[in-house]
């Protein structure tokens, strides 16, 4: 556990373990004493209890020595909480970070996007949050950096990775029906491999596994799947099993219609989800992905839709 992964990270890990051993401490001496007293000062014959008044050295000794616990946990806290929270350098790398039922999603500099966090070691990143719909946290327990995303509130932290790795990143505020699906992970380069990566806007992140429709990977990269199924279970939306050339009843301005889902229907329900809302399902829970699914992608989507049928 005790391992400085970031600038701060050893920070946080001595205030733990500095709170940690006042608590082992003093568990082991009360229960030792009451174990004393027990013993001691039982009930005996011919034994007379005394009445003790009161004693104001002892009263001053447990007065003022859990202050300075008190206070020296402060210290520990705040030394740990302040460099997570202070400005960040002029030269950091900086990353908008975005959150939504139920994923996260990251955009460099460059303008290029993906949905697991890849960042060069022994630089400075700033994550710039900002949440669409509802209270999200980010949190990367290897880093112990954790930060609520308030829609409306955007922020921002920074950090230093210490050497490569990938370790965790998911959200810690619950958010829904979904919630335990909005993970991810933080991958730390090695500078020189990082820059390879950066630079190289020919390749897209949203690579299909082999045996996986390109579709399909797109709107698992998205977190599609979190909300609609391809087996016709019932999720937070409509399934996509047998969704092509379906007839489906829709709420369009307060008015039900029929529509025939289509070329048409799917791209207006991406890019604007709240335009047709199918009979039955709530308004609202989606939001629009018209920043994050580019033409040709929608149509990697349209082409694997069909195919389910």
Same mark, same amino acid.
């Given at each position: ?41 039982? !009930? ?15 009263? #001053? ?22 460099? @997570?929270?202070?400005? !960040? ?5 900086? &990353?908008?970070?975005?959150?939504? @039922? ?10 290029? =996007? ?9 630089? !400075? ?9 509802? &209270? ?23 950090? &230093? ?25 933080? #991958? ?29 990977? &797109? ?47 799917? =791209? ?29 992608? @929608? ?11």
């Amino acid at each position: 556990m005790y391992k400085s992964l970031t600038n701060y990270s050893d920070k946080v890990d001595d205030a733990f373990l500095f709170i940690l051993s006042v608590i082992v401490f003093f568990f082991v001496a009360i229960s030792i004493t009451i174990v004393v007293f027990l013993v001691k000062y039982r !009930a005996r014959e011919g034994r007379v209890a005394k009445q003790i008044e009161g004693n104001n050295m002892l009263e #001053v000794i447990w007065t003022v020595i859990p202050l300075i616990l008190v206070l020296v946990m402060f210290y520990f806290g705040w030394r740990g909480w302040k460099p @997570m929270f202070s400005k !960040a350098p002029k030269d950091a790398m900086v &990353i908008n970070t975005t959150s939504r @039922m139920w994923n996260f999603g990251f955009e460099y500099e460059n303008g290029k =996007r993906t949905d697991t966090l890849y960042i060069p070691a022994n630089k !400075a990143i700033k994550l710039d949050l900002e949440s669409i719909d509802v &209270i999200h946290s980010i949190y990367i327990p290897a880093f112990r950096l954790k930060q609520d995303m308030v829609p409306g509130d955007n922020k921002s932290v920074w950090f &230093i990775a210490n050497e490569p790795g990938r370790h965790d990143l998911f959200c810690t505020e619950y958010c829904g029906l979904r919630h335990s699906y909005m993970y991810t992970a933080v #991958v730390v380069m090695p500078e020189d491999e990082f820059n390879e990566w950066y630079v190289d806007t020919t390749k897209r992140e949203i690579q299909a596994a082999p045996g996986v429709h390109p579709g399909l990977a &797109i709107m698992q990269a998205n977190a599609c799947n979190t909300c609609h199924s391809l087996d016709g279970s019932r999720l937070v939306g409509p399934s996509y099993k047998g969704l092509w050339g379906k007839e489906e009843v829709v709420v369009t301005n307060g008015k039900k219609r029929t529509i025939v889902v289509d070329e048409e229907y799917i =791209r207006r329900s991406i890019w604007e989800p709240n335009a047709d809302i199918v009979d039955g399902y709530n308004k609202g829970l989606m939001q629009s992905y018209k920043d994050q699914i580019t033409a040709a992608e @929608m149509d990697s989507i349209i082409v694997f839709l069909k195919g389910l049928n």
